[in-house]
């Protein structure tokens, strides 16, 4: 069985601190991507990432994909009240076409 | 605003009851993804159609179903409901068939009393 796993589950930090969480997989995935996921709305996309070692940034936010494409990381700069969310990896794993989703990390940036 | 709606918002009803939750895609995008939500399961992928065609099954229990419609607007029945079925509905879509972004809507929250 293919898992996700995203760590931390929680996490509760002051504004201004920084923080990274984690998304892994003991498997390939063909892609990944990164989605935040506010109360009372659906996910929304931040970013896809599908070549190892690459790195995006979304003004504060940066992605990296692992080496090995079986993890990734989200690390966030300077955290604001505004980036409190669940923050959600899912990928797609080689010779897949389903996007299996991570139980999240549900951020809280106390101001 | 994802372009995705759904409705109804919130649903409540009884055990054993059935229920129809609505989804209207993003104008022009042909795939629609439906997903089940929940605080101890995260977001589990249910079942996906293509054009009209169901195209992939995931975690869906049999007294579930769903069908998309001619003019691409989705529906998922939840029939027999148990405590266990109370969570968060999401449909969502994409242009394509496996690639493009997915746009959510904002989802159904059934509770199952």
């Known amino acids: 069985t293919q898992l996700l796993e995203q760590s931390p589950q929680f996490l509760s930090i002051q504004e201004g601190e920084n923080l990274t969480v984690y998304c892994n997989s003991s498997?390939?995935?063909?892609?990944l991507q990164w989605y935040r996921q506010e109360p009372g709305e659906g996910p929304v996309l931040l970013v896809t990432?599908?070549?190892?070692?690459e790195v995006k940034k979304l003004k504060r936010l940066t992605f990296q994909f692992g080496d090995a494409r079986k993890d990734s990381s989200l690390h966030i700069t300077a955290a604001q009240p505004g980036d409190t969310g669940l923050y959600l990896c899912?990928?797609?794993?080689?010779?897949?076409?389903?996007?299996?989703f991570g139980k999240g990390t549900k951020l809280s940036v106390i101001p | 605003d994802s372009g995705v709606t759904q409705t109804p918002k919130h649903l409540i009803t009884a055990t054993g009851q059935r229920v129809t939750l609505r989804c209207s895609p993003r104008?022009?995008?042909?795939?629609v993804y439906w997903y089940q939500q929940s605080l101890d399961q995260g977001l589990q992928f249910l079942i996906q159609?293509?054009?009209?065609?169901?195209?992939a099954k995931g975690n869906i229990l049999e007294r579930f179903s769903a069908q998309q419609f001619p003019d691409l607007h989705s529906e998922l029945n939840l029939s027999s409901l148990e405590l266990g079925d109370s969570a968060l509905y999401f449909c969502?879509?994409?242009?394509?068939?496996?690639?493009?972004?997915?746009?959510f809507g904002e989802g159904s929250r059934l509770t199952v009393l």
């Open positions: 969502a879509s994409r242009s394509g068939d496996y690639t493009g972004e997915l746009f």
């Open positions: 498997s390939v995935f063909s892609s």
């Open positions: 990432v599908v070549t190892g070692g």
């Open positions: 899912a990928g797609v794993w080689a010779g897949s076409y389903q996007l299996t």
């Open positions: 104008s022009g995008d042909l795939s």
């Open positions: 159609y293509y054009n009209g065609e169901e195209r």
